[in-house]
């Protein structure tokens, strides 16, 4: 690990704070203010040290702060926001609840502003060839290979003010967002986007979930 520089700021938090407060941002995204590439090269820092099945480190995380690309990034993503997707419905939150109500209008801020952020991040999984993804335990090796990395990086980025949030619905155009970014579709599986972003104000809360007893199973399902 090389030294965090000391002219960038951090927000100070406890390692609970960050694992607890580091919400999906959206409408609290700065859209003026510039993020350094030596800030974000600290957040990947932070997320190297992320496990990774056999330690194969096969995960890229592809940045994208240049106004043209973004705009077409963000298309894209508008394209995979308004497509039919049947994503399930197991949840544990009803989607007629005020909080479903409460992302809806966030995200409707996001579809409006996506181009506007400063930089946007994909993060993506190497591998040999697709099919590697046709099993469960392929998938679980291989998901749990980019996943956890991404998500440190996100908790690095909240601890220096820096915004985030997790989005899948380019999904559905993924070999369209390949084309955009010049990656190679059959060896590089994208895996999410998220903007990134200072954040207005660093007072983020915890979030209502579930009981957490509604979590937990002791011994047998
Ligand atoms: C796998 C996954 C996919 C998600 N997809 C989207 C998405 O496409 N668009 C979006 O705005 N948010 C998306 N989210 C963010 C969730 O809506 C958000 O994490 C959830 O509402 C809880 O809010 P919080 O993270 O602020 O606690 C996704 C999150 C995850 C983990």
């Known amino acids: 690990m090389t030294a965090p520089d000391p002219s960038l700021p951090r927000v100070g938090l406890s390692a609970d704070e960050v694992l607890t407060t580091t919400r999906a941002v959206r409408k609290r995204l700065d859209l003026q203010r510039p993020v350094p590439r030596a800030l974000i090269a600290e957040c990947v820092e932070i997320a190297r040290q992320a496990p990774s099945g056999r330690n194969r480190q096969q995960w890229d995380l592809i940045f994208v702060d240049d106004p043209v690309t973004r705009r077409a990034v963000s298309e894209v993503w508008r394209r995979g926001l308004r497509a039919e997707f049947d994503g399930g419905s197991t949840t544990r939150m009803p989607f007629d609840s005020d909080q479903w109500a409460g992302i809806a209008a966030s995200l409707r801020h996001l579809d409006a502003h996506l181009h506007d952020v400063p930089v946007l991040v994909i993060p993506c999984l190497r591998v040999e060839d697709r099919t590697v993804l046709n099993s469960i335990r392929g998938q679980a090796g291989n998901w749990g ?77």
């Not at 996943?147 to 990086?153: D, L, N, Y």
């Not at 380019?170 to 200072?198: C, G, I, K, N, W």
């Open 145 to 221: 290979s980019v996943i956890p990395a991404f998500w440190s990086f996100m908790l690095a980025a909240r601890e220096r003010g820096l915004g985030t949030a997790w989005t899948t619905c380019h999904l559905s155009y993924e070999r369209e967002m390949a084309a955009v970014l010049d990656l190679p579709f059959d060896t590089v599986v994208q895996a999410a986007l998220s903007p990134l972003a200072y954040t207005i104000g660093t007072n983020f809360r915890a979030a209502p979930r579930a009981a957490r007893g509604d979590f937990m199973h002791w011994n047998k399902w």
